[in-house]
């Protein structure tokens, strides 16, 4: 199913739900390089010309929808459930850090990169949002892979003094803090710079929450209340843990109502 979402900048975008069947094709990426586990990821964003702060909030989004709204990090007290709601508040929105870079006739526009640094050296040229010569306008990330190669190619040398001065002014911009340290329990503090390995690694770890085997395990579980595997595979993660708490429930309740003494009949 595709849903619209409303990014804090009031951008609309569209996003592709996430299915049960989607987190075990994810499962076959954890060997992977980080660059195709953000790929696959990236494919559920329907909307074009996104820098990354966009998709970092589309992949959240899609994250609370289909697989929860918690995440547990590790503390000196054991696992501590963090809502992701309260993450993004944290974050700040989405600010607007357009810079109009104008030499010889040319104005290169540089905003949040539209690409994650995924190990890749030439990444942060995608800080170079669009071209523009006269009345034409060129947007890189609307460009084919061949196309967008032979246009950051065709960068002059001199932009990249320009970027650098542009990363250090938007520094605060680029830092994510989502999680302070806190003085009552150890925890590790959550940010990055949007600009690191990291930060996607992080985002590709919010999706990291099945197995192989815990993926068959379940199927194999609900199957004995909901016959069509395919209806639970087609199902989001969270309606698929849904339906398990829900056939726990009745499975216990049967258990509390037997006569001392009786045989145990499973549901179904």
């Not at 085997?213 to 194999?220: A, D, I, K, S």
């Amino acid at each position: 199913m595709n849903f619209a979402y409303i990014l804090p900048n009031r951008k609309e975008v569209f996003l592709k739900e996430i299915l049960y069947k989607d987190l075990r094709t994810f499962n076959l990426y954890s060997d992977t390089a980080l660059r195709g586990r953000m790929d696959f990821l990236e494919s559920f964003i329907l909307t074009k010309d996104l820098n990354v702060l966009e998709k970092f909030y589309c992949l959240f989004y899609l994250r609370q929808k289909c697989i929860g709204n918690e995440i547990n990090i590790t503390s000196d007290k054991g696992p501590v459930s963090i809502d992701l709601d309260f993450l993004l508040e944290n974050v700040g929105g989405i600010p607007s850090v357009e810079t109009d870079i104008p030499i010889d006739n040319v104005t290169y526009t540089l905003d949040f990169p539209h690409h994650f640094n995924t190990g890749n050296d030439d990444f942060i040229l995608s800080l170079v949002k669009k071209i523009r010569i006269g009345n034409e306008e060129l947007i890189l990330a609307e460009l084919s892979s061949e196309e967008y190669q032979e246009a950051i190619e065709r960068l002059p040398d001199t932009l990249h003094e320009y970027i650098e001065k542009f990363l250090e002014e938007c520094n605060a911009f680029f830092t994510l803090s989502l999680l302070e340290e806190r003085e009552n329990v150890d925890i590790r503090p959550i940010k990055f710079n949007i600009m690191e390995y990291d930060f996607a690694d992080f985002i590709t770890s919010l999706f990291q929450c099945i197995t192989a085997t815990g993926y068959r395990e379940m199927l194999f579980v609900l199957s004995k209340r909901i016959n069509d595997v395919s209806f639970l595979a087609n199902s989001t993660f969270l309606e698929v843990h849904d339906y398990f708490e829900l056939f726990k429930d009745e499975v216990e309740t049967q258990r509390a109502n037997q006569p001392q003494g009786g045989f145990e009949q499973q549901p179904g």
